[in-house]
């Protein structure tokens, strides 16, 4: 290894420092005698304090303690401008490292800088070993809409995540998944970092939406991987993380396609609720309904507002 590659880490804590803490010690297995990473920024997202109490107390991190969620996308920002490595890795705390991944990654990065690479993200697999379908295709409303309707489970290609491609081999795309998210401190810089205005969700999406629009690309390496316990810091919240992932997509939709795609999108929502309260009659044990209820309540409060705002700024309303 080059040592004059050097990384700073990222992890964004909310309540989660069971996981956390599991992933740190994954790093320190992953980077033993090797000097590259400079340094390793937790931010805490307003945990409660029996959540953060070792987290706070150990030595080979640096700690930023938010007195309110201020959201993921802000949260790297802030660790970022920590940053003393060339590069940065954004990491979700429910993941564990393997021993190269990485040595491999940043060397995979470095190596394609002059090609143009914007973000790597690698395989990731989930508790039980299996490599989970990660990348994605830019989102649009068509797939939204298939997804809505079940087509998407009939033809593979007509879903935004490329459940088609078994990620056995690597390729560059369209997007990578933010649980393991490298790209160069220069970059990200250019770039302003992640947009704030996506709470959770669609942050790392926006963010190779712009990596295409600057020049670069996406890679997915398959070299190495991380073990990722998906939703693991999430499943308390089902309610909140479907009003996210809804307010989201909205969001991106009308940054980067308009009032009109966002609008459609909009509608595809509410046409989502329906097709999962017809599918809840037939298989009501794969999610609580009232959970379903709760956050498109949320959803129709923030659209809402979302418009009042559009108006008091004399733009045209969604």
């Given at each position: 290894?080059n040592?004059?590659?050097s990384l700073?880490i990222?992890?964004?804590?909310?309540?989660?420092?069971e996981?956390?803490?599991?992933?740190?010690d994954?790093?320190e297995d992953?980077?033993?005698?090797r000097?590259?990473?400079?340094?390793?920024?937790?931010?805490?997202n307003?945990?409660?304090k029996e959540?953060?109490?070792?987290?706070s107390?150990?030595?080979d991190?640096q700690?930023i303690?938010?007195?309110?969620?201020?959201?993921?996308?802000?949260?790297?920002n802030?660790?970022?401008?920590?940053?003393k490595?060339d590069?940065?890795?954004f990491?979700?705390p429910?993941t564990i490292?393997?021993?190269?991944?990485?040595?491999?990654?940043?060397i995979?990065y470095?190596e394609?800088e002059?090609?143009?690479?914007?973000?790597?993200?690698?395989?990731?697999?989930d508790?039980?070993n299996?490599?989970?379908r990660?990348?994605?295709r830019?989102p649009?409303?068509?797939?939204f809409?298939?997804?809505?309707?079940?087509?998407?489970?009939?033809i593979l290609?007509?879903?935004?995540?490329?459940?088609e491609?078994?990620?056995?081999?690597?390729q560059?795309v369209?997007?990578?998944?933010?649980?393991?998210f490298?790209?160069?401190?220069k970059?990200?810089?250019?770039?302003?970092?992640?947009?704030?205005?996506f709470?959770?969700y669609?942050?790392?999406v926006?963010?190779?939406y712009?990596?295409?629009?600057?020049?670069?690309?996406?890679?997915f390496?398959?070299?190495?991987?991380?073990?990722?316990?998906?939703?693991?810091?999430?499943?308390?919240?089902?309610a909140?993380?479907l009003?996210?992932?809804?307010?989201s997509?909205?969001?991106?939709?009308q940054?980067?396609?308009?009032?009109?795609?966002?609008?459609?999108?909009?509608?595809?929502?509410r046409?989502e609720?329906i097709?999962?309260?017809?599918?809840?009659t037939f298989?009501p044990?794969?999610?609580?309904?009232?959970?379903?209820i709760?956050?498109?309540d949320?959803?129709?409060?923030w659209?809402?507002h979302?418009?009042?705002?559009y108006?008091?700024?004399?733009e045209?309303?969604l």
């Amino acid at each position: 290894m080059n040592d004059k590659l050097s990384l700073t880490i990222i992890i964004v804590n909310y309540n989660s420092s069971e996981y956390t803490m599991k992933c740190l010690d994954s790093i320190e297995d992953s980077v033993q005698n090797r000097c590259f990473v400079k340094n390793i920024v937790v931010v805490d997202n307003n945990s409660n304090k029996e959540d953060i109490k070792d987290l706070s107390n150990r030595k080979d991190i640096q700690f930023i303690l938010n007195h309110e969620n201020v959201g993921f996308a802000k949260a790297c920002n802030q660790g970022a401008r920590l940053a003393k490595g060339d590069y940065l890795l954004f990491l979700n705390p429910d993941t564990i490292l393997q021993t190269d991944t990485i040595e491999k990654s940043i060397i995979s990065y470095k190596e394609m800088e002059q090609e143009g690479i914007g973000a790597l993200g690698v395989q990731i697999r989930d508790i039980e070993n299996n490599i989970m379908r990660t990348c994605s295709r830019f989102p649009s409303n068509f797939y939204f809409l298939m997804k809505c309707l079940g087509i998407n489970r009939l033809i593979l290609k007509w879903n935004q995540f490329m459940v088609e491609w078994d990620h056995m081999n690597s390729q560059n795309v369209d997007e990578v998944m933010g649980a393991y998210f490298l790209v160069s401190t220069k970059i990200f810089n250019e770039l302003n970092g992640f947009d704030e205005r996506f709470f959770v969700y669609y942050d790392e999406v926006d963010f190779c939406y712009r990596l295409v629009e600057q020049g670069y690309h996406s890679y997915f390496c398959s070299d190495t991987y991380i073990t990722h316990d998906a939703g693991g810091t999430s499943r308390k919240v089902k309610a909140k993380r479907l009003f996210y992932e809804w307010r989201s997509r909205i969001l991106f939709m009308q940054k980067h396609h308009g009032n009109r795609k966002a609008k459609y999108s909009i509608a595809i929502v509410r046409l989502e609720v329906i097709s999962r309260r017809i599918y809840h009659t037939f298989k009501p044990v794969l999610f609580d309904f009232s959970e379903l209820i709760e956050a498109y309540d949320k959803f129709n409060t923030w659209v809402k507002h979302y418009k009042e705002q559009y108006k008091k700024r004399g733009e045209v309303k969604l």
